[in-house]
């Protein structure tokens, strides 16, 4: 049998305030099948931001995401909450670790900051595929966006990501296949 385990993709956006990230949008992907998204309600008044970091939002906002600072409608207060139950789940009683994948250094830091679980592997798909490409260039096919935003939609992306894994995977089983067929 050539089953696998499917690992979980996870895609964060979100803002840099005061050098910390705040997460504004998370997809999560598990199983393959099992789909979470959230927009956040932002993490503290747009008053209360210095005007630097206003300008990052601004810019980060117009350049890469589109999503604005006042957008969301999920309290920030549950990221921690929703966000662990997302990945980790309530009906996970498995004894074997889970891989979970993101793309980008800051994105797994975050993610396994705010986790903080033993029964989890955060690994980024550019440490275990060099041949990954930007998320930007990947295939849109089979994918969608949240309606929120229209460029680097964190749910557009596990889609994305899903997808070059899910690739990567035939021609590997296939490739294997044909190796073990010559073999015989």
Do not use: R
């Given at each position: 049998s050539f089953a696998m385990?499917?690992?979980?993709?996870?895609?964060?956006?979100?803002?840099?305030?005061g050098n910390k990230f705040i997460v504004k949008e998370v997809a999560v992907l598990r199983k393959?099948?099992?789909?979470?998204?959230?927009?956040?309600?932002?993490?503290?008044?747009?008053?209360?931001?210095?005007?630097?970091?206003?300008?990052?939002?601004?810019?980060?906002?117009?350049?890469?995401?589109?999503?604005q600072w006042e957008d969301g409608t999920i309290p920030y207060s549950m990221v921690k909450r929703l966000i662990t139950m997302a990945v980790i789940g309530v009906e996970e009683c498995d004894d074997n670790k889970a891989l979970v994948y993101v793309k980008g250094r800051e994105k797994r830091e975050w993610l396994a900051d705010i986790l903080d679980s033993d029964n989890l592997i955060i690994e980024t798909l550019?440490?275990?595929?060099?041949?990954?490409?930007?998320?930007?260039?990947?295939?849109?096919?089979?994918?969608?966006r949240c309606g929120k935003h229209i460029k680097n939609c964190a749910l557009q992306n596990v889609f994305k990501i899903h997808n070059w894994w899910s690739q990567g995977q035939k021609k590997n089983v296939s490739s294997l296949k044909n190796k073990i067929c010559d073999f015989y």
């Open positions: 385990t499917v690992p979980m993709f996870v895609d964060l956006q979100g803002f840099i305030v393959g099948a099992i789909l979470s998204h959230y927009i956040f309600t932002c993490s503290m008044s747009w008053s209360f931001l210095t005007k630097s970091e206003k300008y990052c939002v601004s810019w980060l906002s117009a350049y890469h995401h589109g999503l550019d440490a275990d595929y060099k041949d990954i490409d930007s998320l930007h260039n990947l295939d849109v096919t089979n994918t969608m």
